[in-house]
């Protein structure tokens, strides 16, 4: 273990769930209230941030303009994914739906290699690149006292995304639509019997979703750079999701900082095949959920009978 | 599905009530389509040989993953993985300690079976899409392993070179030689799947997937068949596995990625879950689909001159999505099905059922 690195580390991780929690929201959100588990949510994120992108150096159009319109048209697009490629799969197994979004994935990840082309393309700062924040921290080590140096977009998308997470439970605790929603995940006949149009409820989860995903792509696409892998990270938001319970909205901020943080340990130990491990490290942590807690920290236990 | 047969045809004994192939005029033209098959380099250009030849391969993989997933229902996104074990497990055993590859293959066959069941574990307590998680990680963790563990020997991201598989002098070094090669494990994998589904086993599998508890009801050990399923799904894997890495003669942790595995989930389900022509009808749709896709590229690009050359990458993904959203809307029990029904309607003609 390289000590010193330890608290930086740890720090950086911590902060890096928070758009990995992001991501995860949108995940849930769609899981709430239609049981489906969408693994086109990267490709959501890739072409909301890639929309972005063309409404503000394309069109020359102010940053906060292009995201305006970016989330309008990811949220339009969420209600079409939902009225034509998954509407027709309800009451289908699980296999279909689960392939079905499998298939959306493909061809999203196509349409976007399609239209924008595959080049490496450089993302409006947000956020200050210079500048860092610096936390000296209390003790000491080695007679020196430990710096955090902590880049400032990766503090800010850190706020962004949990005031998202928050703004999305207390919807869902305070707001008509949002009981409705809640309704709707308990039971889809229970819901629509009382009175609940459980198809708008899903067009605007999906919607809703697109929204989340777009926020999530933009917060990575200004630290990160944006091409076309940015639809991989949500490969690392399944286990957040898992980690945190399918059903569970704070969940995804727990998960997320869990998951960040021991991305952040392992990448502190000196033995390469450790620190290396740190791209792994959610799937490993995934696993050691599905075996000791398969319903995850926050998530109902459900109970099955013939 | 009734069974249908011709009028005039009966089953005169047991043998003849369990045979898959009845009449004499199928066996021959069974045995004409295998001669056409084998003999495909003496008139196939070299390029056709060589689809012929990753079809078959594909098929094989296609093949497991129909055992795990369309018979048991146990959802796999893990099967490109299995065939990367299969692939280093193979190639390690020819290149570093001079096994022959026909004893290497069936070792790679079993090494990737045994990786399967660790990652089968899990299906002991979660199901549906959890599983499919756990199958996930394996797409992540074995690829991981190969890149990072035992740089010596598996040379980390590089990868390894592999040698061609030598038998009685023959190098099978061009794709009409190699196509004899895959052309007869694929005939004896075909069979050997055929005849689990039609067994104990492949029933067991098939109340697995229909009701878990119920079949648990009845006596059937989940935990034991879905383990099962999982070794034969890898298995299968394993050989397709070592056959591509022999092919390619190179392997890397990328070979087989996770488009790969959700590619073979596409193929099942375009051609039909739980039916032993499914993964045939819908590897060969998709492959076609693909080459497709690549020819198709010039055109588009002389169409749309302004869209980068990335176009013909794009457009795989697209053609492979759109064809799987397609088939899951419209015909979600994939071309296997269509061909049962186009099979009674023949026989039934000129009357409509």
């Keep these: ?306 | 599905m009734a069974v249908l047969r011709p009028a005039g045809e009966f089953d005169t004994s047991y043998a003849s009530d369990m045979a898959t192939i009845r009449q004499r005029w199928q066996w021959w033209l069974l045995l004409a389509f295998v001669v056409a098959l084998y003999a495909l380099p003496f008139y196939a250009s070299q390029s056709v040989v060589a689809l012929v030849n990753r079809i078959g391969i594909t098929i094989i993989a296609v093949q497991g993953l129909n055992l795990l997933t369309g018979y048991t229902g146990q959802i796999s996104l893990g099967q490109a993985s299995f065939m990367t074990a299969g692939g280093y497990i193979s190639a390690l055993l020819v290149n570093n300690l001079g096994w022959p590859f026909f004893a290497a293959m069936p070792a790679a066959a079993l090494g990737a079976g045994i990786v399967g069941l660790l990652f089968g574990l899990p299906s002991l307590r979660v199901k549906g899409f959890y599983l499919t998680m756990a199958t996930l990680a394996a797409q992540f963790i074995i690829p991981w392993f190969t890149r990072n563990a035992f740089p010596k020997v598996l040379n980390g991201a590089q990868g390894i070179n592999v040698q061609v598989p030598v038998l009685f002098g023959i190098e099978f070094n061009t794709p009409q030689r190699y196509i004899y090669l895959t052309l007869t494990v694929l005939i004896l994998t075909t069979i050997v799947a055929h005849n689990i589904s039609r067994s104990r086993l492949g029933r067991a599998f098939v109340a697995v997937r229909d009701h878990d508890l119920a079949a648990e009801l009845l006596g059937i050990n989940l935990f034991k068949y879905k383990l099962q399923a999982f070794f034969l799904a890898a298995v299968y894997a394993g050989i397709a596995g070592s056959l591509a890495a022999h092919q390619i003669r190179h392997i890397n942790s990328e070979t087989f990625n996770l488009i790969d595995s959700v590619m073979f989930m596409g193929m099942l389900v375009i051609g039909g879950l739980g039916s032993n022509l499914g993964p045939i009808f819908g590897a060969i749709v998709v492959e076609m689909l693909i080459e497709g896709a690549t020819l198709f590229g010039p055109l588009f690009i002389s169409l749309f001159p302004s869209t980068a050359a990335g176009a013909v990458q794009a457009l795989r993904p697209l053609f492979f999505g759109a064809a799987l959203m397609l088939f899951l809307i419209f015909e979600p029990r994939g071309l296997a099905h269509r061909w049962q029904l186009f099979k009674a309607a023949w026989r039934l003609r000129p009357f409509s059922y």
Excluded: C
Aim: charged content about 10%; glycine content about 10%; overall charge positive.
């Design chain 1, 1 to 306: 273990m390289n000590w010193q690195l330890l608290p930086q580390f740890a720090m950086t991780g911590l902060l890096a769930g928070g758009p990995l929690a992001l991501t995860a929201l949108g995940l849930v959100l769609i899981f709430k209230s239609s049981y489906i588990f969408n693994f086109a949510q990267g490709q959501l994120l890739l072409l909301g941030a890639l929309i972005t992108w063309w409404f503000a150096v394309e069109l020359n159009l102010p940053l906060w303009l292009a995201i305006v319109f970016a989330l309008v048209i990811s949220a339009l697009m969420g209600l079409l994914i939902e009225r034509l490629a998954l509407r027709p799969m309800t009451g289908q197994p699980l296999l279909s739906i689960i392939l079905m979004t499998l298939g959306l994935s493909q061809v999203l990840q196509g349409l976007a290699l399609l239209v924008f082309g595959g080049t490496q393309r450089n993302f409006p700062q947000i956020f200050s690149a210079a500048n860092p924040y610096k936390i000296t921290m209390p003790f000491v080590y080695n007679d020196n006292n430990i710096v955090i140096i902590l880049k400032q977009n990766l503090v800010w998308s850190f706020v962004v995304a949990v005031l998202g997470v928050v703004i999305i439970s207390l919807f869902f605790r305070f707001t008509r639509t949002g009981l409705a929603m809640r309704g709707t995940s308990e039971d889809h006949e229970l819901a629509q019997s009382i009175g609940i149009r459980i198809h708008r409820i899903f067009g605007f989860s999906w919607a809703l979703a697109g929204v989340v995903a777009t926020l999530g792509g933009v917060l990575l696409a200004t630290s990160s750079g944006l091409d076309l892998s940015l639809s991989v990270v949500v490969l690392a938001a399944f286990p957040v999701v898992l980690l945190g319970g399918l059903e569970s909205i704070p969940g995804t901020i727990v998960g997320g900082l869990i998951i960040g943080l021991s991305q952040g340990l392992v990448s502190v130990s000196k033995v390469p095949i450790v620190r290396n491990m740190s791209e792994i490290m959610p799937y490993v942590v995934l696993l050691i959920v599905l075996i000791f807690r398969p319903e995850g920290l926050f998530g109902q236990k459900r109970i099955e009978r013939i």
